[in-house]
T-cell receptor, first 112, second 114 residues
Framework: LAKTTQPISMDSYEGQEVNITCSHN???????ITWYQQFPSQGPRFIIQ???TKVTNEVASLFIPADRKSSTLSLPRVSLSDTAVYYC?????????????FGKGTMLLVSP | KAGVTQTPRYLIKTRGQQVTLSCSPI?????VSWYQQTPGQGLQFLFE???????NKGNFPGRFSGRQFSNSRSEMNVSTLELGDSALYLC?????????????FGEGSWLTVV
């Protein structure tokens, strides 16, 4: 199983770019990397998913190096409403849900 | 398209009682999975159902069980509740088709055991 490690917390200011890195040294060939955002008392919300290289959508970018042993979620120009916990998830549900490994989450605090 | 719907959102139970939580997946999704989230343990996988069959199971005692109906709706049951069962229970759904499937979570059911 791919074990994931994320920073416990990060601080930023409005308008800055935030990069959150997740380490997953023993990621399996079929595993995908998915990032979620969670606000208090709510379920995790899907942000972005990737397998290799770079993926970009309207809210974030995901950078995955060639060895895939880490991934970086990039949030451009954060606002106060981006204050939340961000989770990285590694696994492949087609290989079995037991392969899914959630990180402990990174608490991002955005200040004015 | 409606998201994953979980009911009830909040509930309080007494030790020894049992509880049933309900989940309606995203329309068209046939895979439903359940998770327990606590401050200490984080997100932990409970089990997954696909086409009314349990396909995967996490490392939880037999007091935790579930089922899935023909319309893909799912329920999970916890019997003989313990104080340590207090947690946010999350349901997620997926199409489980193709590679790189994404699981989409509901808002969760907050269970407090007193």
């Amino acid at each position: 199983l791919a074990k994931t490690t994320q920073p416990i917390s990060m601080d930023s200011y409005e308008g800055q770019e935030v990069n959150i890195t997740c380490s997953h040294n023993n990621i399996a060939t079929n595993d995908y990397i998915t990032w979620y955002q969670q606000f208090p008392s709510q379920g995790p919300r899907f942000i972005i998913q990737g397998y290799k290289t770079k993926v970009t959508n309207e809210v974030a970018s995901l950078f995955i190096p060639a060895d895939r042993k880490s991934s970086t979620l990039s949030l451009p120009r954060v606002s106060l409403s981006d204050t939340a916990v961000y989770y990285c998830l590694v696994g492949d549900i087609n290989s079995g849900y037991s392969t899914l490994t959630f990180g402990k989450g990174t608490m991002l605090l955005v200040s004015p | 398209k409606a998201g994953v719907t979980q009911t009830p959102r909040y509930l309080i139970k007494t030790r020894g009682q049992q509880v049933t939580l309900s989940c309606s997946p995203i329309s068209g999704h046939r895979s439903v999975s359940w998770y327990q989230q606590t401050p200490g343990q984080g997100l932990q996988f409970l089990f997954e159902y696909f086409s009314e069959t349990q396909r995967n199971k996490g490392n939880f005692p037999g007091r935790f069980s579930g089922r899935q109906f023909s319309n893909s709706r799912s329920e999970m049951n916890v019997s003989t509740l313990e104080l340590g069962d207090s947690a946010l229970y999350l349901c997620a759904s997926s199409s489980r088709q193709g590679s790189g499937n994404t699981i989409y979570f509901g808002e969760g059911s907050w269970l407090t055991v007193v």
